[in-house]
């Protein structure tokens, strides 16, 4: 449940994608504006950069072209040439000598012209250098751009030649690339918008995907995998995530097969318990009804209720040690020692006698003195017991059972082999289960409940040890106990 809130919380919070997306488009979007205004003002220092050094190039051409006619003073004739030169290259051109008197001008008539000399490009052609200025023209009335260069002659100033375009021509120039860079510039942010909703969508999305797997995991779906994403951060969390869920998925099976073992055990020992308090109260009524006043019944009806009784109290024993051997394997306070297997098949066979005799059977021991193993002596008897009991209880009377103690590399093993009826293979993988019979019928009538087997599986476990079945139908079984032992035989 708490997972679930923070989830919820989450949801409120904004989503990743909506926190890339942006910050990329700004991060990019202010770096186009950035760099697209750096290269328009170089652009446009450039393009003036070459304006003027278009201007001065064609004012010394003009200025070399006058030089005769300065010579000859023929200042009608530079005019002249002012206005045919300034028509062909569309510019105006403007002649002054030192003094700064116009003498010639494209466009207008020079005996109507003021002076010059304090324009400021002149003022620096006059210093032998090439002077710039872009301003006002009150004679043309617009922004006009001018370059002023001295005519030269026998090192000494004799003339200033000026050309002039009017600045609108520069500024149409740029407008037009302004324009250009613009529309590219535009291209280029569509561009970049698609670029970050994709690059943001590439980081945004494994991690919404993961979102959403963990979400399926907190509803439950502990069998839906991650898709692992191909970043190392991303994929090892997602790997780790599924590795989690399947050992939540597993635990849960696992919880869940226990369940049902539970139930079936209830439900196997109510059933167990039932059938003999069925039969002693059936007896009881009986003997009530009248079966009391004849001696004969009432001693048989008797004998037969202790019989039940007894069984009833046989299966409660055996309930009661496994709980008990459950008890000890939890908390390992099984109090061990080493001990002498030989010993303990004997003490074993000795309780099994009486039974072997009243169906003259025959319980033949082989074990050398010498094989040891760290075991509980009367867990461990009440194992071979439990396996002597099945051997003679499943075996034709006058047959043989062999109890035998070995040493199998660092095991001790007990094997006890009977030439009984056999089990079929296929009830092999449960007889050691709790109530499980081959023959439920048959197992009852000798007494049997099924509990024999599971306790001594669980007893070989709490040793540490385990527990084999060999059997052939008609032919007879072999029940073999391992256990962990150090010991050296020869
Ligand atoms: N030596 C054997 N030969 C043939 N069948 C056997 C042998 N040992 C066990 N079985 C089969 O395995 C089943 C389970 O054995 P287990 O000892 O657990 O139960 P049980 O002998 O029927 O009852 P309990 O031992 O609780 O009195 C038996 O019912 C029987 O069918
Ligand atoms: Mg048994």
């Known amino acids: 449940m708490g997972l679930g809130i923070a989830l919820r919380d989450s949801k409120l919070k904004r989503r990743l994608f909506g926190q890339l997306f942006p910050s990329y488009l700004v991060i990019v979007l202010i770096s186009l504006m950035i760099s697209t205004w750096y290269a328009t003002k170089e652009l446009k220092h450039l393009h003036i950069n070459q304006a003027e050094s278009d201007l001065k190039a064609r004012a010394v051409l003009i200025g070399n072209q006058m030089n005769g006619y300065f010579l000859s003073e023929?200042?009608?004739?530079?005019?002249?040439?002012?206005?045919?030169?300034?028509?062909?290259?569309?510019?105006?051109?403007?002649?002054?000598?030192?003094?700064?008197?116009?003498?010639?001008?494209?466009?207008?008539?020079?005996?109507?012209?003021?002076?010059?000399?304090?324009?400021?490009?002149?003022?620096?052609?006059?210093?032998?250098?090439?002077?710039?200025?872009?301003?006002?023209?009150?004679?043309?009335?617009?922004?006009?751009?001018?370059?002023?260069?001295?005519?030269?002659?026998?090192?000494?100033?004799?003339?200033?030649?000026?050309?002039?375009?009017?600045?609108?021509?520069?500024?149409?120039?740029?407008?037009?690339?302004?324009?250009?860079?613009?529309?590219?510039?535009?291209?280029?942010?569509?561009?970049?918008?698609?670029?970050?909703?994709?690059?943001a969508k590439r980081i945004s999305k494994p991690l919404e995907e993961l979102e959403d797997g963990v979400e399926r995991f907190t509803k439950g779906d502990l069998k839906y995998r991650l898709p692992v994403p191909n970043a190392r951060e991303t994929s090892s969390l997602a790997i780790a995530m599924n590795e989690m869920a399947a050992q939540l998925d597993n635990k849960l099976t696992q919880i869940k097969k226990l369940e049902n073992i539970r139930q079936d055990f209830i439900a196997n020992v109510s059933h167990e318990l039932k059938t003999p308090i069925t039969s002693i109260k059936g007896y009881a009524e009986t003997l009530?009804?009248?079966?009391?006043?004849?001696?004969?019944?009432?001693?048989?009806?008797?004998?037969?209720?202790?019989?039940?009784?007894?069984?009833?109290?046989?299966?409660?024993?055996?309930?009661?040690?496994?709980?008990?051997?459950?008890?000890?394997?939890?908390?390992?306070?099984?109090?061990?020692?080493?001990?002498?297997?030989?010993?303990?098949?004997?003490?074993?066979?000795?309780?099994?006698?009486?039974?072997?005799?009243?169906?003259?059977?025959?319980?033949?021991?082989?074990?050398?003195?010498?094989?040891?193993?760290?075991?509980?002596?009367?867990?461990?008897?009440?194992?071979?017991?439990?396996?002597v009991d099945n051997a003679i209880k499943y075996s034709s009377p006058a047959s043989k059972v062999l109890i035998q103690g070995m040493q199998e590399g660092n095991e001790a093993v007990i094997k006890v082999i009977d030439f009984g009826c056999g089990i079929p293979e296929a009830h092999l993988p449960r007889i050691f289960e709790r109530f499980y019979r081959v023959d439920k019928a048959r197992s009852r009538k000798l007494g049997g409940t099924g509990l024999g087997l599971a306790i001594v599986k669980h007893i070989s476990q709490i040793h540490k040890g385990h527990t084999t079945v060999y059997s052939t139908v008609g032919a007879g079984s072999v029940f073999s106990i391992y256990l962990p032992s150090n010991q050296i035989t020869n």
């Open 74 to 199: 023929n200042f009608k004739a530079i005019d002249k040439l002012c206005k045919e030169l300034g028509k062909k290259v569309s510019m105006r051109i403007t002649i002054l000598l030192p003094s700064g008197k116009v003498i010639g001008d494209s466009e207008e008539n020079p005996a109507l012209m003021n002076n010059h000399k304090k324009r400021p490009e002149i003022i620096t052609a006059l210093t032998g250098n090439t002077g710039n200025s872009i301003r006002y023209s009150h004679t043309l009335q617009k922004d006009m751009m001018y370059v002023a260069i001295p005519i030269i002659e026998n090192n000494k100033i004799i003339g200033i030649g000026r050309t002039a375009i009017p600045l609108v021509y520069v500024d149409k120039v740029l407008k037009v690339i302004y324009f250009k860079i613009m529309i590219e510039g535009l291209i280029i942010a569509l561009i970049a918008t698609f670029l970050s909703f994709f690059m």
């Open 288 to 387: 009530i009804d009248g079966a009391i006043h004849n001696k004969e019944d009432a001693q048989k009806f008797v004998n037969i209720i202790l019989n039940h009784a007894d069984r009833l109290n046989n299966i409660i024993e055996d309930l009661l040690s496994l709980s008990s051997l459950d008890q000890e394997s939890e908390y390992e306070q099984l109090s061990v020692e080493n001990s002498s297997i030989k010993d303990i098949l004997t003490s074993a066979i000795q309780l099994c006698t009486v039974k072997a005799q009243s169906k003259n059977i025959e319980l033949e021991l082989s074990c050398s003195a010498n094989i040891q193993a760290l075991v509980n002596p009367s867990l461990m008897e009440q194992a071979v017991v439990n396996l």
